[in-house]
């Protein structure tokens, strides 16, 4: 599984246990907030000053390794 940019939050927080805390530890913490499911992890991270491509890189990297 690979993870990119423009993915939904909902949509990543379904496909691996491990995504949502990744999201939290970054200081997304509203990812039970329903208008959150429906942005793209791009947007969030823009709405929460996170570098994205870093984000994105870890998260698949760790992903990798499970």
Do not use: F
């Not at 246990?17 to 530890?25: G, Q, S, T, Y």
């Not at 791009?42 to 990297?61: K, R, S, Y």
């Amino acid at each position: 599984m690979q993870i990119s940019k423009d993915m939904l939050i909902g949509e990543l927080i379904q496909m691996n246990d491990a995504i949502a805390p990744m999201l939290m530890r970054a200081g997304m913490h509203c990812l039970g907030c329903p208008a959150s499911q429906a942005e793209s992890l791009e947007e969030a991270c823009m709405v929460h000053g996170i570098d994205c491509d870093t984000l994105v890189a870890n998260m698949n990297e760790v992903l990798a390794a499970l």
